[in-house]
């Protein structure tokens, strides 16, 4: 018998014949022995395992990191697009939120591929530094598939060989503190081969050494964090702060805060400074949806629990600033809002905005897409938004280090609030003066945090790992006139970590399910 593999850009399919009589060398199709010769396959490889990033699973799809949002007190999605609502009603089953598995099915997608390269690749003839290079990459990608898993569902199967069904399709689920020490075992390994950037311009978006240290550095925080971390160990609070801290002193990186903060989120702006590491988009080919939910869709609308936690101008919270005025609740405010949100008597597309402009909350987001207050003729479609999503930004490595830094002392040094300032200054906002406690300081942080990757999809894991879901997620959310949308739920015994997908449970019963489901 002989194995045949099918082979596309975009990935590999395994299949076999079952018969001698088709022993034959196919000329349409690649074999195993016929595909890992060339350094050209080696790099169309290499594309299909970044491909994945764009899968509904993971970063793409139609609009899955901005839904992200709407599991949290920011957002609601009114038609539960991508299975999002019921993960933020507290009524996710194995079988009813279609993230749950596609998120599990996208990330296996990517380490199998990532997999595949790795055991094929020496075989191939090619520069050795170039060979060096997509190994690593294809082990940070590999760490962050893993990344997706770990940290949403708990454990997970670790495999780390090619693709085999005859050995892997039986794997119980690994303890999650050995896939994450597999993870910072693929990051340190990347990172200490990976260029910090790279001189052509056909290489863009490609993993770098600081999107290595960069993504270490969030999964570090994680495993510090109260879900992770209840005693408080500070040692892992540390480790955290100094791996952001590695990716703020790389040398060549040339890592800033973009100066606009509205127009970092714009196609033009792509790739900027800022970036760390994005998931790039090109229309038509390989776009998004990113505009077409902002503007007409609505799916990730904001609530009212979101708007009122933008502070007034002056720094104060809307219950404490003098310039807050209830008649008039959307004036001097933080800027982010007015650079994120779409608000009632706000102008967008170049019209007066009523309430029945987005009519599930009264509110809109602008961010990540090409829309504001101007007119814009352009009605950009399904699949035709060019947006890059940004993983990781350089203001989520300022912010992780401030929080960082900031619980492994006993209070905070003047590096904190060095990396808070920096990102509040940029947003137009006045610095946080010095001689805060570590507890006052730490509600900075998290509500900086909160307002500065608004609509991003960030929050949800924030909430969970600072253990706060129980907290903020119970209850009504609110339109902008203050009217009950729906009530949430969140049980605190089971919600934290995402249920396996039924289909997994059912396809091995080498695995185990999640307490509660």
Known sequence: MKKIIYIAVTGLLLSGCGNDILETQPQDRYTEESFWKSETNVAAAMIGCYTVLRNEGLFGGTATPLWEETATPNAYNYDNSGGWNVIAAGTQTATNSTIISARWNDAYRGIGRCNTLLARIDQVGMDETLKNRTKAEATFLRALYYTMLEMYYGDVPLILDEPDPTTQANLPRTPRADVVAQILKDLDAAAAVLPVKYSQSSDMGRATRG??????????????????????????????????????????????????????????????????????????????????????????????????????????????????????????????????????????????????????????????????????????????????????????????????????GAAPDASVYDAINKVRVRAGMPTIAAGKTKEQLRDLIRLERRIEFAGEGFYYNDIRRWKLAEQVLKGPITNYDNKPIMTRTFNAQRDYWWPLPQTQLDLNPALSQNTGY
């Open 211 to 408: 999107a290595a240290l960069a993504l270490k550095a969030r999964v570090l925080l994680f495993e510090a964090s109260p879900l992770n971390n209840p005693s408080g160990d500070a040692a892992r609070w540390k480790a955290a702060a100094d791996a952001a801290k590695a990716v703020m002193d790389l040398p060549g990186a040339g890592y800033a805060l973009f100066p606009n903060y509205r127009n970092l989120f714009l196609p033009a702006n792509d790739n900027s400074v800022e970036s760390i590491f994005d998931v790039q988009y090109k229309s038509p080919e390989q776009g998004s949806s990113f505009d077409l939910i902002g503007r007409q869709y609505n799916t990730n609308a904001p609530v009212q629990n979101l708007i009122d936690a933008y502070l007034m101008k002056d720094g104060l919270p809307i219950s404490q600033s003098p310039l807050y005025n209830p008649a008039k609740p959307y004036e001097n405010r933080d800027p982010r809002l007015y650079q994120t949100v779409v608000y009632p008597g706000d102008v967008f597309q170049g019209e007066a905005v009523t309430p029945s402009r987005f009519v599930v909350t009264g509110y809109g987001i602008k961010k990540y897409t090409i829309y504001d207050k101007e007119a814009n003729p352009v009605n950009l479609q399904g699949g035709r938004s060019e947006i890059n999503y940004m993983v990781i930004r350089y203001a989520d490595v300022l912010l992780m280090y401030a929080e960082a830094q900031n619980e492994a």
